[in-house]
């Protein structure tokens, strides 16, 4: 089915470790975005991409950092992991402009870290 | 910048009964305006949206939302609950940046439907 993958599902870090989360999008959408979801806090935005090439910073980057590989792929990186970083990752994806800015999101990713 | 307040955190409601979610959005402009919902372990999934054309926006499982610019709100309704309701219900306004489209969300409203 037409989407956005992300990979892993699950993942648990001990304070320190590295990883990346991987996302990926067949729909031909030029902007990608990588959420986080705290209980309480709705949506916050850490990172976008408008289009293929560039990457810019939401309301909370510090601690990650992103590449945008082609068009289809957007991950996020987490040098050092910090159990304030406990949260689930939603990565989303967009045609650019406006009105047709409705987003669609994968299924998320839930990060625990010790 | 641009916010969303969403008046409620949790919101029950009886099988049947009418469902209101309120959300209200500071914007100096004209918005874009939308409603999403999460089913548990999903991710969000567009109900509907508001584009600057019909004040009342009819969306997917009998959802539906009023524009009103004198309140600045964008309350979403159901006349009937059904169990399958269930969910966290999230508004959210369109604001541009950077020359770029972002979305901010607001911090949701978790509705529960009661047999």
């Known amino acids: 089915n037409a989407g956005v993958t992300q990979t892993p599902k699950f993942q648990v870090l001990k304070t320190g470790q590295s990883m990346t989360l991987q996302c990926a999008q067949d729909?031909?959408?030029?902007?990608m975005y990588w959420y986080r979801q705290d209980p309480g806090m709705g949506l916050r935005l850490i990172y976008y991409s408008a289009s293929e090439g560039t990457t810019d910073k939401g309301e909370v980057p510090n601690g990650y950092n992103v590449s945008r590989l082609n068009k289809r792929e957007f991950s996020l990186r987490l040098e050092s992991a910090a159990p304030s970083q406990t949260s689930v990752y939603f990565c989303?994806?967009?045609?650019?402009?406006?009105?047709?800015?409705?987003?669609?999101f994968g299924a998320g990713s839930r990060l625990t870290v010790l | 910048a641009q916010s969303v307040t969403q008046l409620g955190s949790h919101v029950s409601v009886s099988e049947g009964a009418l469902v209101l979610l309120r959300c209200n959005y500071s914007s100096s402009v004209p918005p874009y305006l939308f409603w999403y919902v999460q089913y548990p372990n999903q991710g969000l999934q567009l109900l509907l949206k508001y584009t600057s054309a019909a004040t009342l926006v009819k969306g997917i499982n009998g959802f539906e939302a009023e524009f009103k610019k004198s309140e600045t709100s964008f309350h979403l309704t159901k006349p009937s609950a059904h169990m399958s309701d269930a969910a966290e219900y999230f508004c959210?306004?369109?604001?541009?940046?950077?020359?770029?489209?972002?979305?901010?969300f607001g911090k949701g409203t978790k509705l529960s439907v009661i047999p």
């Open positions: 729909m031909n959408h030029n902007s």
């Open positions: 989303a994806s967009s045609e650019t402009g406006a009105g047709a800015n409705v987003l669609t």
């Open positions: 959210a306004v369109l604001y541009s940046g950077a020359g770029s489209y972002q979305l901010t």
